[in-house]
T-cell receptor, first 116, second 115 residues
Framework: AQKVTQAQTEISVVEKEDVTLDCVYE???????LFWYKQPPSGELVFLIR??????QNEISGRYSWNFQKSTSSFNFTITASQVVDSAVYFC?????????????FGSGTQLTVLP | DSGVTQTPKHLITATGQRVTLRCSPR?????VYWYQQSLDQGLQFLIQ???????AKGNILERFSAQQFPDLHSELNLSSLELGDSALYFC??????????????FGPGTRLTVL
């Protein structure tokens, strides 16, 4: 079975602080994909990043960076110099094959509040 | 804008009623997925259709059903509604969703409130 754990339910930081959102996953698949989504107060799900299980290179996109470590089954997300607009719920997700279909399993989400 | 549309945006109804949520996938996408986001269960996969056929089932209640039509739009039917069915329902679509992985693109969601 697939499982994604986001142990941090809520995080509050002050603007310009760096913040790391943790994600730990469980899967028996050798091929899988990991994702981060952002859900702002408006409710839509915004895709941030996808990594496949064979690519452990860290990635940086502007103020966002991701650290994928297969050895610890973690895929952590860091926001550098946080801004108020970063306030949202962030979901980590895992996709693996179940039967003949890819299925996406989400973590419970981390509510990030960035205070001015 | 993901290209996935969902209607209605909001729906308020009473317990015991039946509602239908509609989803139009991105142009060219053959797979449609339904997800439920509720306070107690989080974001859960409900069901997937591929080119009109049911492909995978998740934690979907027997009171819920879905279908995908020849024009590839999909409907999620929720019946005998209970207070606990109040949630945000997302539809997503992907090109295929079979052997080779394809990105899922999410719609804006339908917020269902059961009173």
């Amino acid at each position: 079975a697939q499982k994604v754990t986001q142990a941090q339910t809520e995080i509050s930081v002050v603007e310009k602080e760096d913040v790391t959102l943790d994600c730990v996953y469980e899967t028996r698949d050798t091929t899988y994909y990991l994702f981060w989504y952002k859900q702002p107060p408006s409710g839509e799900l915004v895709f941030l990043i996808r990594r496949n299980s064979f690519d452990e290179q860290n990635e940086i996109s502007g103020r966002y960076s991701w650290n994928f470590q297969k050895s610890t089954s973690s895929f952590n997300f860091t926001i550098t110099a946080s801004q108020v607009v970063d306030s949202a719920v962030y979901f980590c997700a895992l996709s693996g094959v179940r039967g003949s279909a890819w299925q996406l399993t989400f973590g419970s989400g981390t509510q990030l509040t960035v205070l001015p | 804008d993901s290209g996935v549309t969902q209607t209605p945006k909001h729906l308020i109804t009473a317990t015991g009623q039946r509602v239908t949520l509609r989803c139009s996938p991105r142009s060219g996408d053959l797979s449609v997925y339904w997800y439920q986001q509720s306070l107690d269960q989080g974001l859960q996969f409900l069901i997937q259709y591929y080119n009109g056929e049911e492909r995978a089932k998740g934690n979907i209640l027997e009171r819920f059903s879905a279908q995908q039509f020849p024009d590839l739009h999909s409907e999620l039917n929720l019946s005998s509604l209970e207070l606990g069915d109040s949630a945000l329902y997302f539809c997503a679509s992907s090109l295929s969703g079979l052997a080779r992985y394809n990105e899922q693109f999410f719609g804006p969601g339908t917020r269902l409130t059961v009173l």
